[in-house]
């Protein structure tokens, strides 16, 4: 059988419904929700369904079918009967008359079938695959519902508005075409989806002031890659980073995540490990500038979360100075990332009652910290790039005082393919690191919680496997 995919205006028309059962209730909000007509034929019409039809202007007739009840009066019928001889006899009869009709246990029978539906009204998505899987249409349906953000019918609702006076100032196709897909996919559109419903209408009004320019505005979207498996991106990063059209990436953000990047998006690396060509902090701030002010859509991927040891901070304070709009999309940073694909809680009702989030690097050769605030009991520490730094951190925490048997955990390429996880205590620990020649990016956690690595390693063997 083949479907043609259509969708029909809905508003004037009336539709029989025979069958008083849950699956009819469904069916009535549906049609109902979409302005259409119902009346029921139903022996025992269940007392919200009578009430749903009577308060939407539509009868209902308590008695059996009989093919009488079925006239030109309708253009749509629905055999929705627990009797597939009787489903059967309707649908029959609906297909003498020329009507459509929809057979719910049997949509071979019938001649209309209702798809699994994504509801952004005025957007809908429908999913049709011909009655081979309810259950397949529904898990499309599922995914897609989280993925078409949920403002695209305010978006569409918006952009409907504008449509004839944008065709009036536009007339030629072509920038039109440009107009809308700027308006669809750049600033408008996101201050809609973070709720900013006067805003988005607002720079809407000026990009159709300015259209004529041809200066589309460019943006920065600052996100934040995650630790490494593209699993961990959030729906908006996903989303933001299919519509660059420059991508500047950190050392950090995975090969993986990279692969989600759009063919046609421009790359620029702009990592800091590559000593010899990497781009200095003021540089790349400089890059989000330029490539915006030019009108591009701009994703800066940083690894982990922007805001944590990211010097996210640094900027989005220079696009501030330039006026540039941005957006900062959280990520989920490392000591998260490591700490579940790990198997290391960061806190624990009896061992750890705070984590902190602590920043390794060596600065002439040493560390300025806190010690004696960070070598207590019942507290984690995750130390950020504390690779080189690892032995004057353990030495300082044992002199100021912490158990030299603290357990304690570095993660390797954590949340990875290649992950590691090396434990050992405070006192072994760099003899250790050496031993399994531990290699960046490398994540220190020090803390009771290490030692509950062992109970849930299974986890991470099976990752493994
Ligand atoms: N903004 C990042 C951190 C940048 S600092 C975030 O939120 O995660 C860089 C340090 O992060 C590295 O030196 C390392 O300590 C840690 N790191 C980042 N990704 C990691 C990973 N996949 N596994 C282990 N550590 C990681």
């Known amino acids: 059988m083949a479907y043609l995919p259509l969708f029909h205006n809905s508003e004037h028309l009336r539709a029989l419904i025979i069958g008083g059962g849950r699956v009819a209730l469904r069916r009535a909000k549906a049609l109902i929700h979409a302005q259409v007509t119902c009346d029921v034929v139903a022996p025992d019409c269940q007392a919200e369904l009578a009430a749903l039809i009577d308060d939407n202007g539509g009868a209902v007739q308590q008695q059996a079918f009989n093919p009488e009840v079925i006239s030109k009066r309708y253009q749509l019928v629905l055999a ?10 309707i649908a029959e009869q609906a297909k003498a008359l020329d009507l459509m009709v929809n057979v719910a246990d049997d949509p071979s029978a019938g001649n209309v079938i209702f798809g699994a539906t994504v509801d952004r009204t005025p957007l809908t998505i429908a999913i049709n695959n011909g009655g081979a899987s309810p259950v397949l249409s529904r898990l499309l349906r599922q995914q897609l519902d989280q993925f078409v953000p949920k403002h695209y019918g305010a978006l569409a609702a918006l952009v ?26 750049g600033s408008v559109a996101e201050a809609l989806f973070s709720g900013q419903h006067d805003v988005a209408e607002g720079l809407l009004k000026k990009s159709l002031l300015n259209a004529d320019k041809h200066k589309s505005n460019g943006e920065v979207y600052l996100i934040g890659a995650g630790p490494g498996d593209p699993d961990l991106l959030t729906l908006r990063a996903f989303r933001l980073l299919q519509q ?11 090969a993986e995540v990279m692969d989600l990047v759009p063919d046609r998006a421009e790359r620029i690396y702009v990592g800091k490990r590559r000593a010899n ?33 990211g010097r996210g901070g640094e900027e989005i304070e220079k696009l501030a100075a330039h006026q540039v709009p941005f957006q900062v999309v959280p990520g989920i940073t490392a000591a998260s990332g490591c700490s579940a694909y ?7 009702r009896d061992y750890a009652q705070s984590v902190r989030f602590v920043t390794g690097q060596l600065k002439d050769g040493s560390i300025a910290l806190e010690w004696p605030a960070l070598a207590v009991e019942n507290q984690t520490l995750v130390f950020y790039m504390g690779l080189k730094g690892l032995p004057i951190i353990c030495e300082q925490l044992m002199a100021h005082g912490m158990d030299p048997n603290m357990p304690a955990a570095l993660v390797e390429k954590g949340t990875t ?9 405070l006192t ?20 009771r919680v290490v030692n509950l690595h062992d109970k849930l390693a299974w986890f991470a063997s099976e990752r493994e496997a």
């Open 80 to 89: 929705l009967t627990d009797n597939s001889d009787i489903n059967a006899a």
């Open 160 to 185: 409907g508005r504008y449509r004839d006076e944008v065709k009036q100032a536009l007339p030629k196709e072509s920038d039109r075409v440009a107009f809308w897909e700027s308006v669809l996919q």
């Open 244 to 254: 660059a059209d420059v991508v500047l990436y950190d050392a950090l953000v995975s």
């Open 277 to 309: 060509h990497s781009v200095p902090q003021d540089g790349i701030n400089q890059l989000l500038v330029d490539h915006a002010l030019l009108g591009k859509r701009v994703a800066r991927l940083k690894g982990g979360d922007p805001f944590i040891f």
């Open 342 to 348: 790990g198997g290391i809680p960061l806190t624990h």
């Open 417 to 425: 393919q290649d992950q590691r996880v090396i434990t050992s205590d």
């Open 428 to 447: 072994n620990m760099p003899t250790t690191m050496t031993q399994e020649t531990v290699m960046s990016p490398s994540l220190f956690i020090v803390g």
